[in-house]
């Protein structure tokens, strides 16, 4: 559309961030994202301090989306069950993008290795958040171990994102007889 | 000792390669891995044919370990329930270690994205193999579903693998619950 808002420096360098990281891990180079973001490496610095800068803001900014994709709306009136079985088919559905490469938030604290990284920090706050959720769900379907509930549904959860991502398990017939297994176990209806 | 055999430059290049790219990822340098092996470029690149065959050997010659570390001793005498339980114990143990970083065969094929890199090619055949006794034990245990029973522990391998390696979990009182409930629905006893 002629009256489409072109994305400033900003937006497109933490698009590049985001999906050249997401293709390619986190060691792809400042050159690399520059160019893709058609953004001198001048530029980026007045923008971002460094490489690892941008990339724990790109992290933050993809988060409400990915939030958005897989927690069902608050209050949708479905039960406990049914909330947490939600999360699972989303990623199902996902994954079965030929670009999947499983949880972008798994994989950046597993390449990266260090958990004070900036990036690490970000990702390590999205998935303690999604932890909550679960939390928060077992504790209202009257788990008999919330706590534990909601551990082993985040163990299920990066389990299956880093099998799919990469093409150990395509999860067809996999994840709801796990999750109902487990949700069975701890008494959710 | 005075007459212990000295490693050859290949060996201590394949430490290397082990021990470097577990700490810091497959995205560590060539200059890095000689130093750390005291191995000149010139010399490696005659051992080797490049950095990625050298990770793919590497990886290869650490599947032994792997699988020693892991696995229970073949006709142990016990039963497929015990022995499947006994890889999770393993593991559990392992993720103590303040060196470690969830599985290595996962952690690359994360980083390296590229499911034909030779290194890649090797870590999906190890994971195979752990999938493979999963199953062993799951027809031998009189699993309803070995198939289904092999993917979940699978599944819940990587996931508490992944989840320890990042420090999201410190795994205490969650895997054998896990593993045995998943055991139960499927019939192992």
Known sequence: MS??????????????????????????????????????????YQLFESKD??????????????????LPAADDGRSSRERILYVFEQVETQAKAPEFR??????????LKDRSHPASRVAHEVKANLTAFFRAE??????????LLARQLSLVFDGMSARAGIQADDLTGLVAPTVRTLL??????
Do not use: F
Request: one cysteine or more; hydrophobic letters at 40%.
């Open 3 to 44: 009256n489409e808002v072109k994305p400033s420096p900003r937006e497109r360098l933490l698009e590049a961030a985001a999906t050249l990281t997401y293709r390619d891990g986190v060691s792809i180079g400042v050159e690399a994202l520059c160019k893709a973001a058609g953004v001198s490496k001048r530029s980026m």
């Open 53 to 70: 800068q941008l990339l724990a803001v790109s992290l933050k900014e993809q988060a409400s989306v990915y939030v958005t994709t897989l």
């Open 138 to 147: 077992a504790e209202r379907g009257e788990a008999a171990d919330p706590d």
């Open 102 to 111: 499983g949880c972008r938030y798994l994989a950046v604290q597993i390449e």
């Open 184 to 189: 069975d176990a701890a008494g959710v209806r």
